[in-house]
């Protein structure tokens, strides 16, 4: 069934407030979910809704917390999230940080006492609105070990970079730090079908291609069959949004995928940048320009959010899919 965007959030922030969830942090977490819906990122949109709620009725977060400043320094800040769903608080720390870089040219915000925050660059699309550059982070519940380790260290830890344009779609960039989503793992294991090695390991720390063996074991950082890189990478982002905000690491937090478990009280970091304080905007969104010319001389080069924005622009118009049953049962 094709439901418009506006009714496929009231029907998701209202199954959220049935769960608990207030207002406020049911209709942040709404919208969120279903622009990644829109833009064909059904991992993070409304396939999240049931999990959300789960964790809300178990008390794996708290639906009554309200996002605070808890603390302020110049243009450093940090966002409690009150252990809640993390999207009204990474809203707010955005809001915050754009006001704060107006100001003093850069600003970085941390959220901690948070929950899965879904797409990391969409937190940022004010940060681009405002015409500002905008990075994101974000650790998870441990994924990933440590580099030549074998037990989960780290979460797959996104990282995420939006860069406004003079005219055209901004560039928008995120990844995770493992080799590949753990999702795809949940999909081969469903299906009994095997995984290329250099994926995951298994509990004892063994590389596997076995996809049940992988997911009681770890993934793997980018690269980590030839490289240490992702590793490391991934242990710059656990610091950023761990010791230097005060979050949770990874290895403290309860796996997402499960309906029992602790708060996990991880973090995100955004910083935001306002290029008139450095080279100046008509200098920036000239030279963007520029390198955006340069990477479309090969034929077959897609700028980084293209693709995303297209479904977003048919989705705004047409509406999304989602299943009857799914439907039904909101409408109740």
């Known amino acids: 069934m094709r439901i418009a965007l506006a009714e496929a959030e009231a029907l998701a922030a209202a199954e959220l407030r049935r769960a608990g969830a207030g207002a ?3 209709e942040a977490t709404a919208r969120s979910l279903v622009l990644a819906e829109a833009q064909g ?3 993070h949109g409304l396939a999240r809704v049931a999990q959300y709620a789960v964790h809300l009725r178990n008390g794996r977060a708290d639906g009554a917390a309200t996002p605070a400043v808890l603390r302020r320094r110049g243009a ?8 809640g769903l993390a999207f009204a608080a990474c809203e707010l720390a955005v809001a915050e940080a754009i006001a704060a870089a107006r100001q003093q040219g850069v600003a970085i915000a941390g959220v901690v006492r948070s929950h899965h925050a879904g797409v990391i660059v969409d937190h940022l699309r004010p940060a681009v609105a405002a015409g500002m550059v ?4 974000s650790n998870s519940p ?5 580099a030549g380790g074998k037990h989960p260290i780290f979460g797959t830890n996104p990282v995420a970079a939006a860069f406004p344009r003079r005219s055209g779609d901004p560039l928008l960039i995120d990844l995770s730090l493992s080799e590949v989503a753990r999702g795809k793992l949940m999909v081969a294991a469903k299906k009994g079908e095997a995984i290329p090695e250099g994926w995951a390991l298994d509990a004892a720390g063994r590389p596997t291609t076995d996809p049940q063996a992988a997911l009681t074991g770890s993934m793997l950082a980018i690269g980590a069959v030839s490289s240490p890189k992702g590793a490391m990478l991934a242990l710059v982002v656990e610091l950023l949004v761990t010791a230097l905000i005060g979050a949770h690491f990874g290895y403290e937090a309860s796996s997402f995928f499960v309906d029992e478990g602790n708060r996990p009280g991880i973090g995100q970091l955004f910083v935001v940048i306002d290029p008139d304080a ?10 963007v320009e520029a390198l955006v010319a340069e990477m479309l001389v090969d034929e077959g080069v897609r700028l980084p959010g293209a693709r995303r924005a297209a479904l977003l622009r048919r989705a705004q118009a047409e509406g999304i899919e989602v299943a009857d049953a799914l439907v039904a049962a909101w409408r109740g």
């Open 24 to 26: 406020a942090m049911a």
């Open 41 to 43: 990122l059904g991992s």
């Open 76 to 83: 450093a800040l940090v966002v409690d999230a009150g252990e």
């Open 134 to 137: 905008g990075l994101g982070f």
């Open 142 to 146: 441990a994924a990933m070990p440590a």
């Open 278 to 287: 450095l080279a100046g905007n008509a200098s920036y969104l000239d030279r």
